[in-house]
């Protein structure tokens, strides 16, 4: 290759400045290889072959060029360049998962008599990981309401190294506001993590608002198809790079080369698909607000949930995909076990929608929290979340939003049969 082939090749990957999000979720990558390719490549190699033992001793006590996949894969490097250049941030890591993400998290930044305050709305794995398999290392957890800003005031200790939170919640889709908790933790000396999985950078851009770091399992819309797992951490070089790059080469929870590209793919159509997947799941929702089977349904875009309006202003004005409601118990009895029959009777009647405890996908989804994503929660827990027997959590996917309540009335129209 000449020089003058090798300097074009290589501005490929330098873009202007001020390209929009559509345009970098197509382009930001590594440079294409000497031979030209337009789709980013696959590099499926967990070794490097190096010119010399001098370049091999140089290049593995800088970390920084390809030595070992454990260490950096060009597939995953353009994974983690255009993930932060969507979330507006200096650099990203790529994790296996995005329980890894916060693993990686936790060990780059905490230490035993560190306190953390989280949003006790959270994931029901985040929960357990905080609480009960960090508190065995020596780190502390006060769970707060994720609304509540005095409670997080009141949680603030000397120790007080990271709020985390994840808005909108996993499941019922409570917002917290970002300005105000990084404030707060900034006022603290602390950190604020928030977990954008839901909204994606599509919708909502966490640094945009204060947050220090960006956490996301890859495994939901930034995938979009339910194909692989993967996670990250976005945020400013100097944590990326000098506090999690260390912790992630010893301890490995690294994202596979086919993993990263399936997600770096993508990550091409994450904005259409998320303008659609709202679309489809406002009409589902104000469909399930009008049925008298249904008590509640909190999904932020519409005008009855609690934090709308600040919904909207963070998240661009969309909801997002994700919803859930409160079913009536049968005939009537609002008791947990009637509550969690009805939810069984819905969630088994369907015949379109898939039951399954992931969400993401371009299929849409239906999952009873209580016994799945919080199901290891204590009792006392799932209530303190606000998890009921008969929560049904729906993840709207891409199909006719016609079909999809057609599918959920096979349920709700027989709720109440003695059969």
Same mark, same amino acid.
């Given at each position: 290759?000449?020089?003058?082939?090798?300097?074009?090749?290589?501005?490929?990957?330098?873009?202007?400045?001020?390209?929009r999000?559509?345009?970098?979720?197509?382009?930001?990558?590594?440079?294409?290889?000497?031979?030209?390719?337009?789709?980013?490549?696959?590099?499926? %190699?967990s070794?490097?072959?190096?010119?010399?033992?001098?370049?091999?001793?140089?290049?593995f006590?800088?970390?920084? @060029?390809?030595?070992?996949?454990?260490t950096?894969?060009?597939?995953?490097?353009?994974?983690e360049?255009?993930?932060?250049?969507l979330?507006?941030?200096?650099?990203?890591?790529?994790?296996?998962?995005?329980?890894?993400?916060?693993?990686?998290?936790?060990?780059?930044?905490?230490?035993?008599?560190?306190?953390?305050?989280?949003?006790r709305?959270?994931?029901?794995?985040?929960?357990?990981?905080?609480?009960?398999?960090?508190?065995?290392?020596?780190?502390?957890?006060?769970?707060?309401?994720?609304?509540?800003?005095?409670?997080?005031?009141?949680? =603030?200790?000397?120790t007080t190294?990271?709020?985390?939170?994840?808005t909108?919640?996993?499941?019922? %889709?409570?917002?917290?506001?970002?300005?105000?908790?990084?404030?707060?933790?900034?006022?603290?000396?602390?950190?604020?993590?928030?977990?954008?999985?839901?909204?994606?950078?599509?919708?909502?851009?966490?640094?945009?608002?204060?947050?220090?770091?960006?956490?996301h399992?890859?495994?939901?819309?930034?995938?979009?198809?339910?194909?692989?797992?993967?996670?990250?951490?976005?945020?400013?070089?100097?944590? =990326?790079? @000098?506090?999690?790059?260390?912790? =992630?080469? %010893?301890?490995?929870?690294?994202?596979?080369?086919?993993?990263?590209?399936?997600?770096?793919?993508?990550l091409?159509?994450?904005a259409v698909?998320?303008?659609?997947? !709202?679309?489809?799941?406002?009409?589902?929702?104000?469909?399930?607000?009008?049925?008298?089977?249904?008590?509640?349904?909190?999904?932020?875009?519409?005008?009855?949930h609690?934090?709308?309006e600040?919904?909207?202003?963070?998240?661009?004005?969309? !909801?997002?995909?994700?919803?859930?409601?409160?079913?009536? !118990?049968?005939?009537?009895?609002?008791?947990?076990?009637?509550?969690?029959?009805?939810?069984?009777?819905?969630?088994?009647?369907?015949?379109?929608?898939?039951?399954?405890?992931?969400?993401?996908?371009?299929?849409? =989804?239906? %999952?009873?929290?209580?016994?799945?994503?919080?199901?290891?929660?204590?009792?006392?827990?799932?209530?303190?979340?606000?998890?009921?027997?008969?929560?049904?959590?729906?993840?709207?996917?891409?199909?006719?939003?016609? @079909?999809i309540?057609?599918?959920?009335?096979?349920?709700?129209?027989?709720?109440?049969?003695?059969?």
């Open positions: 290759m000449s020089s003058t082939d090798e300097a074009r090749r290589l501005a490929r990957a330098e873009l202007p400045a001020g390209l999000p559509e345009t970098l979720a197509v382009r930001t990558a590594l440079a294409p290889s000497q031979h030209g390719e337009n789709s980013e490549a696959l590099f499926l %190699t070794g490097y072959v190096q010119p010399d033992a001098e370049t091999s001793a140089r290049r006590a800088a970390s920084e @060029d390809f030595t070992y996949s454990r950096s894969n060009p597939t995953v490097r353009s994974f360049a255009r993930l932060a250049a979330e507006g941030t200096e650099a990203a890591v790529a994790t296996a998962t995005g329980m890894g993400a916060i693993l990686l998290l936790i060990m780059g930044l905490l230490k035993s008599g560190d306190h953390v305050v989280c949003s709305s959270v994931f029901g794995s985040t929960i357990n990981l905080f609480a009960k398999e960090f508190g065995k290392f020596g780190v502390e957890t006060t769970f707060v309401s994720q609304t509540d800003l005095e409670e997080w005031r009141a949680a =603030i200790r000397p190294k990271l709020f985390f939170a994840e909108p919640t996993n499941p019922l %889709t409570d917002i917290c506001d970002i300005r105000a908790l990084a404030d707060m933790a900034h006022g603290a000396g602390a950190l604020l993590v928030v977990d954008n999985s839901f909204c994606t950078p599509a919708l909502q851009r966490p640094a945009e608002l204060g947050a220090d770091l960006v956490m399992s890859g495994t939901k819309y930034l995938d979009g198809q339910g194909r692989v797992m993967a996670g990250a951490l976005c945020g400013p070089e100097r944590l =990326i790079k @000098d506090v999690f790059g260390p912790v =992630i080469r %010893t301890a490995g929870m690294t994202l596979a080369p086919f993993n990263a590209w399936v997600v770096l793919k993508g091409e159509t994450l698909r998320m303008k659609a997947h !709202g679309e489809n799941a406002l009409k589902v929702a104000r469909w399930l607000e009008a049925r008298p089977e249904v008590a509640r349904v909190y999904y932020p875009g519409l005008a009855s609690a934090q709308h600040l919904a909207m202003r963070q998240q661009g004005g969309q !909801g997002g995909a994700v919803l859930s409601f409160d079913l009536r !118990g049968r005939h009537g009895d609002e008791g947990p076990e009637a509550a969690r029959a009805a939810a069984f009777h819905l969630i088994d009647s369907t015949r379109v929608i898939s039951i399954a405890t992931n969400l993401g996908d371009t299929k849409s =989804i239906i %999952t009873h929290p209580a016994t799945t994503s919080h199901g290891r929660l204590t009792e006392a827990q799932r209530q303190a979340a606000g998890i009921g027997q008969g929560l049904v959590r729906l993840a709207v996917g891409l199909e006719h939003p016609d @079909d309540t057609d599918d959920l009335l096979r349920g709700l129209a027989t709720l109440n049969d003695k059969n």
